[in-house]
């Protein structure tokens, strides 16, 4: 269940690589922003999830926002010749960073708690009442 | 509603983050650098590094060498016919004169004669030059063959590739093109002259070779050669646009 996410991005990888439609110069530039910007909002989402606030509205409108915001500033940046699309790169570097460290630490919070429990209980079943000496 | 309050819901992540992670792998995956791809970027890209990102997969050279080889032998056989139609009659022996005569002006068969070789290398990294100064640029060529001929040269090549009329020097990453044949340092300039003159010349100082020997003695290094031998010029001649004006008598 976990996995399927990971499924449909490879799903998705292949019929893009089935189309092999070569993009014109600049469109590449702004969906190239334009993919970091979702793999922020996707990775905002996991980390959502694993905080148990994961809400569909707010990640879907997310997604389609940011990434259409990105693309609409890289490509505002290219006309008024500010590099703006540094600027989408870098916020969203950032943001891929800390939604993957927040990610990690909920992993490993999880797996502590987890080998806690485990040691708990085995100590249970080898004492089961420990207020026995 | 005050969005910054935790709003903690039970939804489940897994269908959207599929469906969002499903379009974002088709925008990876068409964002993808192919190939082809770069192709069209490079148009993008400085003209001077296009070519040199460009000519990386574009191998011409060879099959540039081998039609030019072809040229070559072609003019050879075509002097040869010419000068045997002439054996007949004096009138065409007259006409075979002037026009090898003009073949050797033109630079279209192979000479020789007495004169001198340059030869350019690149200097060795110093510290107290700049390295722009220790390269053998294409403009470096050019001004060597441009004080050749004002030297009184008769036939200059450059690596074995006879300069003419209308023959470029251009850089092209790190080889220089001569007339489209790639060359690389050291670069020998051969020129038939008369060989005091010629060697006077580009002793001169403030010219070109004391110009690149005062970054690095080994850059440019003059030897007088008694006899050689300059291969002909095999490139295209063919001309589009020009049409001789006709004499009005």
Redesign the interface.
Known sequence: MIFFPLVCLFVGAVLGLLIREPIRTEAGTYLAVACLAGLDTICGGIRAGLEGKFHNDVFITGFVSNVLIAMFLAWLGDRIGTNIFLVCALIFGTRIFNNLSLIRRFALTRWQDFLVRRREQQSAVANPNPNLP | MNPFV?????????V???????????????????N??RA??I??VDPDQAVRIGSGDLNFQDEYKKLKDEVLRLRVENTALQNAMAKETGEAKVLNESLQSAKVFAGLTEVEGPGIVITLNDGKDRIDAPLVDMIVHDTDVLKVVNELWNAGAEAVSVNGNRVVTGTNFRCVGSVILVDSVKIATPVVVQAIGAKGTLIGAMKLPGGIVSELQSVDARMAQIAVVEKMQLPAYGGATELRNLRPVEAKS
Do not use: E, K, N
């Open positions: 935790s709003r903690i819901t039970g939804q489940s992540p897994i959207p983050l599929s469906i969002m992670a499903f379009v974002l792998g088709f925008m990876i995956s068409v964002a993808w650098i192919t082809d791809a069209q970027r148009r993008s």
